[in-house]
């Protein structure tokens, strides 16, 4: 009881922070109940534009969120079996996993997020993308960092710039599992499927793994980059990610430990089930 008790009390020191911090909503009513505590928390960060707290404040957001992630069930290597365990005869089944969940619980190496071209996390408060769920369990500092390695690329590239199509962006994971997080922009379909687009996506799951290679990342954990909101097809793009990702280990066959291949949606399982299993 004392563990959840001091959980409680970070919950409303940290609303009453986020709320102080807020110029708009500093007066807004807290709820008295635990869930609609989370909501005013969680909106008030994925609303606050990227700048730094106290550092007391952090301790308690960076307790909290740690303490969030326990909850909801911390997931290793270990506790994901390889298509090999599953009985798949890939060529590359002892190197890969299909893993359905959230990917916020992982803890490997490298977790991919589906981004936007400004890079600064999703804005929308409680907003179910991938972006804004890595943003709130990382805590505020990921959007800082974000922000401070956009400011750089400005300053080379002019104050117009956005992250181009396929280039990865690599952050620390603060309070996620996993120890850091690529962010890649993915092609966003707006008509018919282009070879072009099939050729961008095929190059956010390529160069993502060059960076990890070069930054030895040894576990990686892809999102369905591109699909939802991006409208690309989930079956092509999952044929895609699948093709990408054999062909590159293919080429470099000692230098992943593992690669997941993250699913939320049924669908989505039984897409990479069929190219793996």
């Keep these: 009881m004392k563990g959840r008790k001091t959980q409680d009390q970070r919950l409303d020191f940290l609303v009453e922070e986020f709320k102080a911090d807020s110029v708009q909503y500093r007066n807004l009513q807290t709820p008295v109940d635990t869930d609609g505590k989370r909501r005013i928390l969680r909106s008030l960060m994925n609303i606050r534009m990227p700048k730094m707290m106290p550092p007391a404040v952090l301790r308690i957001q960076d307790e909290y969120l740690k303490e969030r992630i326990r909850e909801n069930g911390i997931v290793g290597l270990d506790d994901i079996p390889t298509l090999a365990e599953r009985g798949s005869t890939h060529a590359y089944a002892d190197q ?6 959230d990917i916020t619980r992982l803890s490997v190496d490298a977790v991919v997020n589906a981004a936007n071209s400004q890079m600064l996390g999703c804005f929308i408060p409680m907003h179910t993308c991938i972006d804004n769920c890595i943003h709130t369990f990382a ?5 800082a960092e974000c922000s401070r390695q956009m400011n750089q690329l400005r300053l080379q590239y002019g104050n117009d710039y956005e992250q181009p199509t396929a280039v990865p962006m690599l952050t620390n994971g603060y309070n996620l599992p996993a120890k850091k997080v690529i ?3 993915g092609p966003v379909v707006t008509g018919r499927l282009t070879e072009e687009l099939e050729q961008d996506l095929s190059d956010c799951y390529r160069n993502t793994l060059d960076m990890c290679l070069q930054n030895d990342i040894r576990s990686v954990a892809f999102c369905c980059i591109s699909t939802g909101v991006f409208r690309f097809p989930n079956k092509r793009a999952a044929e895609l990610a699948v093709r990408t990702v054999t062909d590159w280990i293919s080429s470099h066959p000692a230098a992943m430990e593992r690669v997941i291949f993250n699913v939320f949606k049924d669908e ?5 089930e069929a190219e793996l299993l």
Excluded: E, P
């Design 268 to 272: 989505d399982k039984a897409y990479y």
């Design 183 to 185: 962010h890649i922009v």
């Design 139 to 143: 805590g505020i500092q990921l959007r």
């Design 96 to 101: 890969l996993s299909i893993w359905q969940g």
